[in-house]
Structure formats: structure tokens, C-alpha cells
């Protein structure tokens, strides 16, 4: 079971709980988990991902296990804690500003 947090104002859009959960099939990927994410949650669609090429959105950004993961490749396999569900791959929202 993945577990899954998305920022706040994509939970309220979307209707998301503070922790999602669900079941994604090995191997355990980037894309496994939003693909899996945005079936469950079709508002999502295009918040996360751009619609057509499916790339991250420029200021968002994944983390698991304290470590920065947006910029692997979205077919590498997630740390196995994640995939067993001991720690959350995390969704975040990045600020930008001056």
C-alpha cells in the first residue's frame, strides 16, 4: 500500500485526504504512483503532470525517504520503504518569489 501527500490547495481541489492510499503494482515508480494518483483523483490530472508529456510541473517537486527525487527519472524504482508504505512519497509545492 503507497502512500501519498499532496499539498494542501491540490487535497482541497481535488478532495484528496491529508494521506492517500492505495495499491500500485511492482515495480513502484514515479510514474506508477501518479498515474495511480490520478486515476483515483482525475482532478489532479494536469496539476502534477503536464497533460500531453506527463513531466513534472516546474515548481513541483517529489521527495521520499529525505530525499529529493524530482529530477530521476520518472521509471526509476522508489526506495522499497516506499513501496511497503513505511514512508510517504511526498507530493510538494514549491514557492517561488523575489
Known amino acids: 500500500m503507497v ?4 499539498p494542501s490547495f491540490l487535497r482541497t481541489l481535488a478532495r484528496v485526504p491529508a ?3 492505495f495499491e500500485v503494482s511492482a515495480p ?6 501518479l ?3 490520478e ?3 482525475p482532478a489532479l490530472c494536469g496539476t502534477i503532470r ?5 513531466k513534472r510541473r516546474p515548481l513541483v517537486r517529489f521527495y521520499a525517504c529525505s530525499e529529493d527525487l524530482s529530477n530521476e527519472s520518472p521509471d526509476a ?3 522499497s ?3 511497503a508504505g513505511d514512508e510517504p512519497f511526498l507530493v510538494v509545492a514549491s514557492i517561488a518569489g523575489g
Do not use: F, G, N, S
Not at 3 to 6: N, P
Open 28 to 33: 513502484v515508480t514515479q510514474r506508477a504512483v
Open 77 to 79: 524504482v522508489l526506495p
Open 3 to 6: 502512500r501519498v501527500i499532496v
Open 81 to 83: 520503504a516506499v513501496a
Open 19 to 21: 494521506e492517500a492510499k
Open 50 to 54: 503536464d497533460h500531453v508529456t506527463k
Open 39 to 41: 486515476a483515483r483523483y
Open 35 to 37: 498515474d495511480a494518483l
